[in-house]
């Protein structure tokens, strides 16, 4: 049997990692038998993040990598019903999701001092007490350094949220108000969007990028829409 390896729940959250809601979803919609396990320590994993897959003794991680691999197990089933202009699209959506607002969902839990006691206890609370605030400071320089090379951490706050408000716009003004972004049928890439879009709606406390993104109220539909059809939530439910 497949196992798939997720972060442990944290901030109201299920599962706070977009692409570990992301390959669960992809999983289930293509009804296959699967394990579900938790990992606090992302370090534990073969690349030091989360999802991984194992498959017949094998550790596939990074979710995109995850995908390839059902694609070739299931004999073409992520991609079946999909035209190669609607699989450009989405690889271009799922970019922009993945690759730019992802990081900003990351730098409103990381680099906001008010909101960072929360990112200590939710990943930290395995590391000793008296260790704790050392490790979490260390974990967050790197973050802050990640960032900085990405490029979004070289802007302030109010930059910031104008990079998240033009992409969350720019998913408003694309998905559809019923069904999906390519039919009557969610696929692999309206788990991306959906996945990641749960971490910043259901978000607990909310984070500066959480109270941004409320009155789009057509994405947050469609987000439940994507949840709701394959029975997978990023909140604690």
């Known amino acids: ?20 809601v992301k390959a669960e979803m ?10 579900l396990t938790e ?8 690349k030091g993040k989360m999802p991984y897959l194992i498959a017949d003794g094998e550790k596939i991680a990074d979710s995109e990598l995850i995908t390839e691999y059902l694609n070739k197990l299931t004999d073409g089933q992520v991609y079946k019903n999909l035209t190669p202009n609607q699989s450009a699209q989405g690889l271009a959506i799922s970019r922009l999701c993945e690759d730019h607002l992802y990081w900003l969902m ?22 000793p007490k008296l260790l704790r605030g050392l490790i979490a400071n260390g974990a967050r320089k790197q973050v802050r350094q990640t960032l900085a090379l990405h490029g979004l951490g ?11 408000q033009r992409d969350l716009q720019a998913l408003e003004d694309l998905v559809p108000s019923s069904g999906f972004l390519f039919g009557d049928t969610p696929t692999i890439y309206d788990f991306t969007v959906a ?13 500066w990028l ?11 539909n469609y987000t439940e829409r994507v949840q709701e059809k394959t029975g997978v939530y990023g909140r604690i439910i």
Not at 154 to 164: I, Y
């Open 39 to 46: 990992e606090a320590d992302p370090r534990k994993a073969p």
């Open 154 to 164: 070289k802007h302030n706050l109010d930059e910031q949220k104008g990079f998240a």
């Open 1 to 20: 049997m497949l196992e798939l390896v997720v972060l442990s729940p944290a901030f109201g959250m299920r599962n706070v990692s977009p692409y570990c």
């Open 210 to 220: 959480t109270t941004l993104a409320q009155p789009y109220q057509r994405l947050h």
């Open 26 to 35: 992809l999983l289930k919609s293509l009804d296959l038998p699967f394990k």
């Open 195 to 207: 996945g990641l879009m749960t971490g910043i709606y259901d978000n607990q406390p909310a984070t």
């Open 106 to 127: 990351v730098a409103s839990r990381w680099l906001d001092d008010a909101w960072w006691p929360n990112v200590v206890e939710g990943f930290f609370h395995i590391a």
